[in-house]
């Protein structure tokens, strides 16, 4: 049984790392082509590339069949509004983060949006639904979300500080985190597949709409059109998908506190591709936040192992 336990919680960490990786490469690929397009657009365009993605994927996986209750949600014992609110959240995620990264800088802004979603999911686990995570957990969250702070400070920056973008920021993390703990549930519940293509569906049409009230009609080019479909189809579709089938396996939270892995990734991405030059303190943030998420990684697999003693005892 606890091997069982163990190593489901260590695929779940696998499969939520990997997006993150994939998510961490979307920074390089709008510098290497995307330029031109509005910010907005590149996140509302992204969207509505990986909705196809998902209608395309569940068309073909449940194509032939006489029967679908699969897509039924109140089948599978689900709200409608559950759905509602998850697209909300990784509607609105999109609309505040590249705002807010256009008033507080790419640097700051990433920082206080991905940083602050670990925190923001915590506190929503503790308070919302009444499951307060273990003081191991938040160690590890702390020293990560510090590691990230760090890396964004060793850069340097301007010093002006835009408190609209930073607050755009954080609504950017309460929803992703919000997201996340709706889609935690979602995916228990459902498969994955089905709950993505319902909200990106559902959130590219609510992103799309905005996108357009903020920037006018988009300035396509060739350049920007290749990096939002590679977008659309790895860094929203294909991630996402590896995220929601990990969150199987793991809390929602500890979920939130791995996608810190992107911007990880990222940096490393900068110094291979891109050719960034980064001072020592970035590289120490850098190990900080590696630090802190194999002390997450930690208070999972115990949290998981205790689980099934738990049920076992009631």
């Known amino acids: 049984m606890k091997s069982s336990v163990f190593s489901a919680s260590t695929l779940g960490v696998a499969l939520v790392s990997l997006a993150g990786v994939l998510w961490g490469s979307s920074g390089t ?18 969207l509505g590339v990986a909705s196809v993605f998902l209608l395309g994927w569940l068309w073909w996986s ?21 759905f509602v609110w998850a697209s909300v959240g990784i509607g609105g995620y999109s609309v505040f983060f590249y705002e807010g990264l ?8 990433t920082a206080v949006a991905i940083g602050s979603s670990p925190i923001w999911a915590g506190l929503l686990q503790a308070l919302v639904l009444r ?16 590691g990230g702070a760090a890396m964004v400070a060793g850069k340097g920056g301007g010093s002006s500080i835009s408190w609209h973008g930073l607050l755009l920021c954080l609504l950017a993390g ?5 997201y996340a703990l709706i889609n935690k549930r979602l995916v228990s519940h459902m498969a994955p597949k089905v709950v993505n293509c319902y909200v990106f569906t559902g959130a590219a049409l609510l992103a799309a709409p905005v996108a357009w009230l903020q920037a006018g009609a988009p300035q396509w080019s060739l350049s920007a059109l290749l990096v939002v479909v590679y977008l659309g189809l790895v860094v929203s579709g294909v991630a996402h998908l590896l ?7 793991i809390s929602g939270p500890t979920g939130v506190t791995l996608s810190l892995v992107e911007p990880m990734a990222a940096f490393l991405l900068a110094v291979w591709i891109v050719g960034e030059r980064q001072p ?6 850098l190990l900080a936040v590696l630090a802190g998420l194999m002390v997450v990684v930690a208070a999972e697999v115990r949290s998981a192992r205790q689980r099934p003693v ?5």
Do not use: C, D, K
């Not at 256009?102 to 802004?109: F, S």
């Not at 020592?280 to 943030?285: N, T």
């Open 29 to 46: 690929a709008q510098h290497l082509g995307a330029a031109g397009l509005s910010p907005f657009w590149v996140g509302a365009a992204q």
């Open 102 to 109: 256009r008033l507080a800088g790419v640097g700051v802004g």
């Open 243 to 249: 995220f929601s089938i990990g969150l199987r396996h």
């Open 131 to 146: 499951a307060p995570l273990s003081a191991l957990w938040w160690l590890g969250t702390l020293v990560s979300v510090a």
């Open 62 to 82: 449940v194509r032939g069949r006489s029967q679908l209750p699969v897509l039924r949600p109140r089948a599978a014992g689900l709200r409608w509004s559950w």
């Open 174 to 178: 309460l929803s992703y985190a919000g």
């Open 310 to 314: 738990a049920q076992a005892m009631a």
């Open 280 to 285: 020592l303190a970035a590289w120490l943030g």
